[in-house]
């Protein structure tokens, strides 16, 4: 009897501290979830508190009007970078995420162990960690010097810095197929080439998709690399290869760095643009990955 009672305590004590523990734990991370969380709020409040009342104050001006030439001048126009912004980001995306597809099922469907396969992953993940300002550097030198600004330039230096993070997050979605999917066409007389495009590709398509689209948001909030390579211009310019461009994040950091109150109203204003923007593209990717979940 004094055993049982021994034992009744000690795992009394046992469950009084797992609940302690616990209780602990749980208060720790909501500290860290408040931490996080009041950076990134007071973040947006102050794009939003400080670019809305710009951006919507003529609506729908501030979004189709060029951008003045004169950057202490008032008033709205921040057309010709929304344009630029969205020939770059698509311009990028048609680069990189065919690319990056096709890099990441080389990798894991027929690359595997080998040396060539070892060497690209490894490069890949290094340049994931490169600095954006070094790889519009790169497109300068590379490619500006030569043919001068323009927004395939700024397209160039987006697609190499969303390369290596679609191989990887496509080569992960691969991973995570079954391999009993695989084996399964095999037995059916499947080739491996139909079995990838009929049978993989689908199953990892809501991740392919998801992160590809992640992707495009963070590179269109890039601002070194446009820097070199598109230029700042105030008025439109629809075209791809000729003549400089511009990009909200390029107008964004041209409108802050100016002493006028009016060039830094712009800059508020076109960085709520940027988020909006950012938003929506994240919104799509969800909602696009859903719906993929939803019919497989």
């Not at 209780?23 to 809305?52: E, F, R």
């Not at 080389?106 to 994931?128: C, D, K």
């Not at 107008?251 to 938003?279: C, E, K, Y």
Request: charged content about 10%.
């Amino acid at each position: 009897m004094i055993a049982t009672a021994n034992l009744r305590t000690d795992l009394r004590a046992r469950r009084s501290w797992r609940t302690t523990k616990n209780t602990l734990m749980l208060g720790l991370m909501g500290v860290a979830v408040v931490l996080v969380a009041i950076p990134l709020v007071a973040v947006l409040w102050s794009v939003l508190s400080l670019g809305a009342s710009v951006a919507f104050h003529d609506f729908p001006a501030f979004f189709i009007r060029e951008i003045p030439v004169v950057s202490r001048r008032a008033g709205p126009g921040m057309g010709p970078a929304i344009l630029g912004t969205l020939l770059v980001t698509g311009g990028a995306t048609l680069i990189a995420v065919p690319l990056g597809i096709l890099g990441a099922i080389y990798l894991h469907e027929y690359g595997g162990t080998r040396p060539f396969a070892r060497t690209v992953r490894f490069m890949s993940t290094v340049m994931t960690g490169v600095p954006s300002v070094v790889m519009g550097l790169f497109v300068y030198l590379s490619w500006t010097l030569t043919f001068g600004y323009s927004a395939f330039g700024g397209a160039l230096a987006l697609a190499c810095l969303m390369l290596p993070v679609v191989i990887g997050s496509c080569e992960q979605m691969l991973r995570l197929v079954p391999s009993q999917l695989r084996e399964a066409a095999y037995a059916l007389g499947g080739s491996k080439s139909r079995t990838i495009l009929t049978v993989v590709l689908p199953a990892a398509l809501p991740g392919i998709v998801s992160g590809s689209l992640l992707a495009i948001a963070r590179a269109a909030g890039e601002t070194a690399p446009l820097l070199f390579a598109v230029g700042a211009a105030t008025a439109y310019n629809p075209h791809l290869f000729t003549e400089a461009n511009t990009a909200l994040s390029v107008q964004i950091f041209a409108n802050a760095s100016s002493s006028f109150v009016a060039a830094q109203d712009r800059a508020w204003a076109a960085a709520l643009t940027l988020v909006l923007l950012t938003f929506i593209i994240t919104l799509v990717a969800r909602w696009f990955t859903a719906r993929l979940a939803l019919k497989r």
